[in-house]
């Protein structure tokens, strides 16, 4: 039996890690995974990769074997006031980073690609009218985070296709059953990299 520590980086997307740890549990035979959450609402991948070597470095052991997930991005995709938040290029350069500063640490390393919206309830939230969403940069900046992975011989999951608009509560955030769909997802990429564990995982 492997004991891995399975460390989620994030925003509030993450809100899901519950749910998988309760699956992983619950199917999980042959391993035992130790769930450990990192998410904070709110955050771009910039805020991730300004505090992911602290973070990392408090909980990471070269005893245990680790996997790395990585789920940040739609909050990079806001404009606020007509203007972007985080540009193409500055997320482009912070998943690099991420990766860079996650092989550190381990090779296995998995990112969740962003999760849709819906246009039509989360264009312009009534709490804050400044800050608005777009499906089609949403896209756009899926499709690079999938090419970096790529290049990088990096994991990924594509999100965007498995969720519909009905797995979000908000038109934004995951639901109950758009949860489940991730997790899912996510519970066989863990259990195919499991089985490769052991030999890749390497410290500083």
Same mark, same amino acid.
């Given at each position: 039996?492997? #004991? ?7 925003? =509030?997307?993450?809100?899901? %890690? ?7 549990? @619950? +199917? ?15 955050? /771009?991948?910039? +805020?991730?990769?300004?505090?992911? #070597?602290? !973070? $990392? *470095? ?10 790395? %997930? ?12 007509? !203007?972007? *938040? ?8 912070? %998943? %690099? &980073? ?16 962003? /999760? ?6 989360? =264009? ?6 400044? *800050? $608005?969403?777009? +499906? &089609? ?9 999938? !090419?970096? $992975?790529?290049?990088?011989?990096? +994991?990924?999951?594509?999100?965007? #296709?498995?969720? =519909? ?7 934004? @955030? ?5 949860? @489940? *769909? ?19 995982? $390497?410290?500083?």
């Amino acid at each position: 039996m492997k #004991d891995i520590n399975i460390l989620v980086f994030g925003d =509030e997307i993450v809100d899901y %890690i519950y749910v998988l740890s309760l699956i992983l549990e @619950h +199917d999980s035979n042959d391993n035992y995974y130790n769930v450990l959450n990192f998410e904070m609402w709110g955050d /771009t991948t910039l +805020d991730v990769k300004n505090r992911f #070597d602290d !973070e $990392c *470095k408090m909980i990471y052991s070269k005893a245990k074997d680790s996997i790395i %997930i990585f789920s940040v991005g739609v909050n990079d995709t806001q404009n606020i006031n007509g !203007e972007e *938040k985080i540009s193409l290029e500055a997320f482009e350069n912070n %998943i %690099i &980073s991420l990766i860079n500063n996650a092989k550190k640490y381990t090779n296995n390393i998995l990112f969740i690609g962003l /999760t849709k919206v819906d246009e039509s309830e989360i =264009e312009f939230y009534p709490w804050n009218k400044d *800050k $608005c969403y777009s +499906d &089609s940069k949403i896209i756009l900046f899926d499709f690079v985070l999938k !090419e970096i $992975c790529l290049e990088n011989n990096v +994991d990924y999951i594509n999100a965007y #296709d498995l969720l =519909e608009s009905k797995d979000l509560f908000d038109g934004l @955030h995951l639901n109950g059953n758009g949860q @489940h *769909k991730v997790c899912n997802k996510i519970k066989s990429k863990i259990k195919n990299i499991s089985n490769m564990i052991g030999s890749e995982s $390497c410290g500083e």
